[in-house]
């Protein structure tokens, strides 16, 4: 006996929920670190007043622990962005061809954030820098 259904059998999506955000924000550098073939020695979540993200000249890279609450895109943008100040210091030539290469629009996206509400931090701490102003 064959059972034949008369409607298909709807999928339904979940939503899911980080309770670890930090430790994905962590999974996500470590995923580019990869793809950019770059090796951070350690790297830190924080609390950062004043930027996104930096990165040290003994390879530590330093992300804001509210970059979690940002989309996605632009956490990929910082991680790129201080991933690759591992092999080149300066916002050079090479840096922004990789920048380029590996977040594509990145430019558009820093002048539209740049001059959107979504730089002022908590309303307890002053502005956060763009994010061509970082510091390195």
Sequence with gaps: ???VRSQPRQQTRRKTY?????????????TWAVKLRVNPKLVRVQEMRHK??????????TLARDLCEKDEAFQNYVI???????RYPTHG???????NMHVPG???Q????????EYAAHPSR???KSPSEFTH
């Design 106 to 108: 990145w430019r558009e």
């Design 80 to 86: 790129v962005h201080e991933l690759l100040h591992l």
């Design 1 to 3: 006996m064959m059972l």
């Design 126 to 128: 002053p502005k956060r």
């Design 110 to 117: 820093e002048h539209r954030r740049c001059n959107s509400m």
């Design 18 to 30: 980080t309770l670890y955000p930090v430790q994905e924000l962590k999974h996500k550098v470590d």
């Design 93 to 99: 030539r090479m840096f922004k061809v990789l920048m």
């Design 52 to 61: 996104w993200g930096s990165c040290s000249s003994s390879g530590t890279i």
